[in-house]
């Protein structure tokens, strides 16, 4: 059912050519754990050396494998890691059976691959509350193990999809004293995202060299400008994981390098765009910029304000500059602000200005402006010097259809 | 166009019988402000005497006519007192010209009826930042002032509404020393509505003699358990305003009286209930019972992150007793849990225990539940003694209509 969903209009061309990174392969597998017809199981395997980094959902109500995965991040290894990921059931809030196909999966894993069970991760992804038929999965681990192959990043994109509409992907070379470094990340999620967490499921994987502890900070420092900044509908998964995995290929330390930091960011921003432009329902993609406002942290809850509000995400679908929806939500937000130092921007649109509309200010350019897929909101709050820029999508009949009408 | 939504599923069979309240009189009129072909500005006088209490929304971007009634409540007074309100604008987000439209109409009220202006309160709901033709107003207000009737509060119910299907009252009797006391309140509100406020315009009369500062502590509390306990989109109106007027006409003395306590707070309630039944686009209304949680502020954060929560009410439209979305909604709010201390019903029927589905748990069962028109739901957490309820209703493609497709 998931695999009626029409594409986004907001999705990319096609999925990216990503570059190889050395140390990992993928396999994927159709076990039917939910779904039928398509692949929903996809097992990664990184050589020895590989340092693993992992950000997670923090809500109270998280899933068995998120709690497993934070368990072992962190623990230093020579080993190399595996990470099985399927699609179609969470296994999330299934008591100590969720606990149990954990173990048994990663067990299988370990049988397979040679690896200690200390250094297999795993993801689940779909419906909540329903016990992970685990035999379905660990039935195959043989043939994923005996599939494995570096060039199958693609496959394993699709094969996380729940009701994606299509699979995210994002790469970028970086060249660090004459040696090229590489980047290769792909991500799902289409519904029950909100920030303040790593959001969704998101693999990405470099052949750079990068110490575990400082691939851990580079990865959260990172998380809370791209992931933690997008919002489709104000609903926190119970599953969200966000791991980083440098195999060490290149033999390029890029520790503090600025370079590598900069792409990673544009990798993750970019799998983060992808994310909220696959919204469920979404029919515009936008950006929400706030700045001077009193400090950083009260930016960002202005700018979520405005990305989860029903009324204004509604009135983007409607294509109806109304601005006084934005007022609205920051005047609901809880951060500083003051009414008549407002400053409110559809674009290059100067819409309203000192507590009140632009004597400038011509309904029918923003009608206009408001018609375009991409859309960009400015709002000065004029207090300081607090910025942050928040992605969101529209809200849609779309997004009724597919939540009200069947479970994903 | 208001006019052409349908009446809400949810409203009762008709307008209430409401007790004549002593001491305040009602006019109604149709100004022309922006709608056409119905009533938009109500007039109530209120006697000589009279104690008036007010909360009001705490939104940064409050509208003109909130911060002048803010300033003018509390004032001690002989005179009795006078309250306008319009439809169809809400003077809000308007600079300076809002604070003349204020002035200017608070100062024909004083003229028409002889109050001091510290004495009449205004308030304006419709569409936010567009100029208030104050004029339409002002020209009418001495035929206002000619046509006052006690009887007049249902028509001044109806001259309120903007997206609402149906106009709201409630009101109760108390029998206190063998004298009775009456309550009659109005209110109107269908969408923005969120909680952390008095939610949109709430008006209150009685007869009964209370002084101000308890009347207004009285009105704080029970605003606690009422308005503040409801939502329907999560989003925070910036005109938001309750005001209670006790006329003393009943001679009775009501301070620290329970009972009268008690009939003002099923007033409130039911208005508040009346309100959530008219949210656009509702086809259910919810009950979210929480018991159990660490404290009480925990519990009412735990009740509005289920309530707010777009992928739960996507369900309840779709009558899905999809269980994993409260848990969902629990795992991010914030607040304590412990996923395997949850407990969940739907109606009496037990879904969710130890952090799993219910051994007798029957899908059938809850699906056939889910198909009713007023829903409950409990969440016990089984950390401590924190309770709340809070009320919402669900979000259907009807909340999408209303919101993307015309300004209210």
Redesign the interface.
Known sequence: MVNTLPRSPLAPASFPDLPVIEGVRFASVAAGVRYTGRTDVMLAVLAPGTTVAGVF?R????AAPVLDCQDKIGQAADEGAAILVNSGN?N???????AKSVAEICKAVADATGLPTTRVFSASTG????PLPHERITDRIAELNATLDAGGIKAAAEAIMTTDTFAKGAGRQVVIDGQTVSIAGIAKGS??I?PDMATMLVYIFTDAVVDQPRLQTLLADLTDRTFNCITV??????SDSLMLCATGASQVDVTQNAAFAAALHDVMLDLAHQVVRDGEGASKFVEIRVTGAANTDDAKVHGLSIA????VK??I??E?P????I???????GA?????R?NIRFGDILV?E????SPDYREEAAAEYMKRQDLVISVDLGLGDGQATVWTCD???G??DI?????S
């Open positions: 959902t809500s109270a109500t998280r969470a999330a809030f299934t008591g100590r059976h969720g419906v909540i509350g329903e519904g029950m909100a509908d104000s609903d926190t998964s119970t989860n509000s029903p009324l509604t009135a679908a409607g109806d109304n601005w006084g929806r007022v609205m939500a920051i005047g609901k937000s500083s602000a003051d009414r008549d407002l309203a000192n507590g009140w509309v809200l849609t009949h997004y009724i939540n009200a009408d069947y479970r």
